[in-house]
């Protein structure tokens, strides 16, 4: 607390006090997401500039790096950058209700995923009737829900979109039937959204759907894909040997190519956590690997080559230490809206999914520990409370927030566990998660970490949490997740 400055202090409590959340299209503009984005040099470069606020918004730039610019009437900047350097450029966006400002960092070096990636992936719900069609209305829904004005920019096809075999020149090729104009021009349609595309593949001879997979083929793969204007490549461990050091150095081959590639190409490695790649993914190219086996649609025990949601949050924390800009620990997708429905994560049937709140504490939990935020629900279809959860802004500012560090569980008291996280303007995040099947009291104390007098934003009231000084008492429904925002308090207005 002594390190801060008089002024911030008083800043911060203005700003925490005066925070309120409109409508996403009523009022001044309002900027969200990363404030920070990472390419490779003399690569193409795509960066939408989430901001909500009535439309329609005129945006602009200063000193963007020379091969850059921006769409006035869409935010979305464009072109490529042949240096790499960092670069402060400073975003205006202004409608009927006025004029907003704020700095965006560009880094164009040798880092991508310099916030953890937000976006979508077909596995969960759709598995293996994913098409362009759903790919293209995906990425409209992506548009009309609002959650590219918030940061989600990945739409990422995952197994399935593969023909039944390479040609003959050893090309990957893409079913024609389900994706008839070809993965080029379904790019040129995404990224036409300012969005970005995903594919996946596999270390070994096939895919987990029998597809063809992308051993030995490495470098064709990634040229192919770099041609075809991916931006991701998920890249799973079937039918690879179960060895650690094959999976390091089949691991390895892939990131050098994809490096090789020509193309800023984001690379998520899954094999389950499996010889924890937490401590080699970053060495081998990676931007985010999995902990865990596949998420299922439920709170309670799963078979063990399949995790709940909260087997799986306990194999998540404490990995805090292996986290940060440019690797992220990922526990999977969100199951959030599925309620049950999943192809995949539904377990034909038998598991029922989490209810709203739960969803909620799934959402605040892992925008706490800093994990991909990569929804699998039909976006085309998304209920109110779904649409509250995965749109929720100060929720997603505490996942994309720019010093990156993942959330430690600092305490249990009761069955309520304590996360915190440092942001990167000097607040705190907290997350209370009540892990009790009961309602429960608990006394948040101003001790410890949380020395001093703070003001409390809650984040998904969207109100004042009150002030913490000597302690609050909150009272937790089951299996809920209050998230508070402390900023250092000086005045009390
Ligand atoms: C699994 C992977 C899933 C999904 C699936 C596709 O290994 O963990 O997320 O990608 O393969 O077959």
Known sequence: MKYFSFLTAVLLSLQIQSQ????????VPVFHGAKITGNFPNTEFLFTVPATGE?????????????????????????TVKEKGSYTVKILATNTKGRAGENLKIEIGDKLCLTPPMG?????????????????????????TGMRDLGYQYINMD?????????????????????????????????????????????????????????QHEEIDAKVYAEWGVDLLKYDFCFAPLKKSEAIARYTTMGKALKNSGRSIVYSICNWGVFAPWKWGEQVGGNYWRTTPDIMD??????????????????????DKYAGPGHWNDPDMMIVGNYGKGKATGGGGQYKGLSDLEYQT???????????????????????????????????????????EQAKLIQTKNGVQVYMKHLADS???????????????????AEGEFKGTWNARDVWQHKDGGVLKDKLTFKLKTHETLVLRLAPYYFSF
Request: proline share 5%; charged share 25%.
């Open 362 to 404: 799934h959402m605040s939990l892992w925008c706490m520990l800093n994990a991909p935020l990569l929804s699998s629900c039909d976006l085309r279809s998304m209920n109110e409370p779904t649409k509250n959860i995965l749109l929720n802004p100060e929720i997603l500012a505490i996942n994309q927030d720019e010093k990156g």
């Open 427 to 445: 607040s705190l995040a907290v997350a209370l998660f009540n892990t009790n099947k009961s309602d429960t009291k608990f006394d948040f104390k």
């Open 120 to 144: 979508w992936n077909s596995w969960n719900v759709f598995t293996n009737t994913l098409d362009e069609k759903l790919v293209m209305e995906t990425a409209d829904a992506m548009v009309s």
């Open 159 to 215: 197994d399935y979109w593969h023909a039944v075999s390479r040609d003959d020149d050893g090309k990957p090729v893409a079913n024609a039937e389900k994706f008839p104009h070809g993965i080029k021009w379904l790019s040129d349609y995404v990224h036409s959204k300012g969005l970005k595309l995903g594919i996946y593949s596999d270390a070994g001879d096939k895919t987990c759907g029998k597809c063809f997979g992308g051993f």
């Open 298 to 319: 439920t709170w309670k025990r799963t078979p063990f080559w399949t995790g709940s949601f909260s087997s799986i949050l306990k194999r998540e924390t404490n990995l």
């Open 20 to 27: 309120n959340i409109s409508p996403l299209y009523e009022g």
């Open 55 to 79: 439309r329609p918004i005129s945006f602009s730039a200063e000193n963007l790096p020379k091969g850059l610019s921006i769409d006035a009437s869409t935010g979305i900047v464009r072109g």
